[in-house]
């Protein structure tokens, strides 16, 4: 991401660039080309050349970062579930969570995948942004909660077994025990939100 500060470098670095390119066409004294470049602001004494170069340098490779996008921290945005949809790729893409980021990113397809935020007060069913039904979808309207604190809505949902310890699945999922559905807890951008997800039907 380029930075005010890196921005406004990038600028006088290319000014001076100008001023350098313009010198090099002209035959002019070397009396011209110093008050060229004192007119961009350069420090023409010997001792000055490598720290333009140093700065040029430095500011060359902020030309080809790529600006990321901002992900909302409201859960009901296309903001938030492009950020979340990306964030399932990522998992799925992981050797550690590769089974679980498969099973949310199918959930989310399905229509399937749920997203709380007892911080707001909020749950939603989550839906991709990509897809050519939601692409002009700018937010929807979530379903409003009993708001609360992350450590006392984590008690009351998360399965614990009889050794106290917290239930997970084979593919490492919590299990929400007012549903019995899948839960995930982490962050997307920087919001925590609990995910839960049907979990899949077994055959005898």
């Not at 893409?93 to 909020?122: F, H, N």
């Amino acid at each position: 991401m380029v930075t005010p500060l890196q921005s406004v470098r990038l600028q006088s670095a290319q000014f001076l660039l100008k001023a350098l390119k313009e010198t090099e066409q002209q035959t002019e004294t070397s009396n011209t080309r110093t008050a060229l470049l004192q007119r961009y602001g350069v420090d023409t004494s010997s001792s000055s050349s490598q720290t333009l170069s140093a700065l040029l340098s430095s500011l060359s490779p902020a030309t080809t970062e790529t600006e990321e996008p901002v992900i909302s921290n409201d859960i009901t945005t296309a903001s938030f579930m492009a950020g979340l949809k990306k964030s399932l790729e990522e998992m799925a893409e992981t050797a550690g969570t590769s089974a679980q980021g498969k099973s949310m990113l199918a959930a989310l397809e399905a229509g399937t995948l749920t997203v709380t935020d007892p911080l707001s007060g909020v749950t939603i069913k989550a839906w991709d942004p990509d897809s050519a039904d939601e692409k002009n979808t700018d937010s929807k309207t979530g379903t409003e909660i009993e708001t609360s604190g992350w450590s006392e809505f984590l008690k009351a949902h998360l399965s614990r077994g009889a050794d106290a310890a917290f239930v997970k699945t084979t593919e490492g999922s919590y299990v929400d025990k007012t549903t019995g559905d899948n839960a995930y807890f982490g962050t997307v951008g920087s919001e925590y939100v609990y995910l839960t997800w049907p979990q899949a039907e077994t055959t005898a």
